[in-house]
């Protein structure tokens, strides 16, 4: 079997042209794909956002970040995007209170507490609630797209280089 040479200035210049499609691929998520993420996990969120027994409102759903007002940044690890919601309740409806709540999550054992409710101008009790997971749907629901988006770019990069 014949041998193989390689040169170590090839791999050397290899190595380069790597790290620059990965940081295209990067500025290409960051500049274009984390919106079109967001949008999706925004979409999913607000479809499985519980309305308020009490008000109707939808008020959770709307209050859900839009595309254009997530969150995305660069990290050492590369790029973090995604969405909150506004609503300062959100996270109790997510994850639930009290011994009601998800168990992945430190909650007290309290049997209800006080509160003050802003809308109402009244204190009301309140009391454990289970969690009414939406965010978390919304993410599982959308892996297989969010990687589909994310592949795209890894080929659009390796194609132009």
């Given at each position: 079997?014949?041998?193989?040479?390689?040169?170590?200035?090839?791999?050397?210049?290899?190595?380069?042209?790597?790290?620059?499609m990965g940081d295209k691929i990067l500025d290409k998520i960051d500049s274009?794909?984390?919106a079109q993420i967001r949008e999706l996990l925004s979409t999913?969120?607000?479809?499985?956002?519980?309305?308020?027994?009490?008000?109707?409102?939808?008020?959770?759903?709307?209050?859900?970040?839009?595309?254009?007002?997530?969150?995305?940044?660069?990290?050492?690890?590369?790029?973090?995007?995604?969405?909150?919601?506004?609503?300062?309740?959100?996270?109790?409806?997510?994850?639930?209170?009290?011994?009601?709540?998800?168990?992945?999550?430190?909650?007290?054992?309290?049997?209800?507490?006080?509160?003050?409710?802003?809308?109402?101008?009244?204190?009301?009790?309140?009391?454990?609630?289970?969690?009414?997971?939406?965010?978390?749907?919304?993410?599982?629901?959308?892996?297989?797209?969010?990687?589909?988006?994310?592949?795209?770019?890894?080929?659009?990069?390796?194609?132009?280089?």
């Amino acid at each position: 079997m014949p041998g193989m040479i390689v040169d170590a200035r090839e791999l050397d210049e290899f190595g380069k042209k790597l790290s620059k499609m990965g940081d295209k691929i990067l500025d290409k998520i960051d500049s274009e794909t984390g919106a079109q993420i967001r949008e999706l996990l925004s979409t999913s969120a607000k479809n499985l956002a519980p309305v308020g027994r009490y008000s109707g409102s939808g008020t959770l759903r709307q209050m859900i970040d839009s595309s254009d007002k997530g969150f995305s940044d660069r990290t050492p690890n590369g790029i973090r995007t995604g969405i909150s919601s506004n609503a300062m309740y959100s996270i109790y409806i997510e994850y639930g209170t009290g011994n009601k709540g998800d168990p992945a999550v430190a909650h007290t054992s309290k049997k209800s507490w006080v509160y003050f409710d802003n809308a109402s101008q009244k204190f009301r009790c309140g009391k454990p609630q289970k969690a009414r997971h939406y965010m978390i749907p919304a993410l599982d629901d959308n892996v297989d797209n969010i990687r589909d988006l994310i592949a795209g770019d890894v080929n659009e990069v390796f194609e132009n280089d």
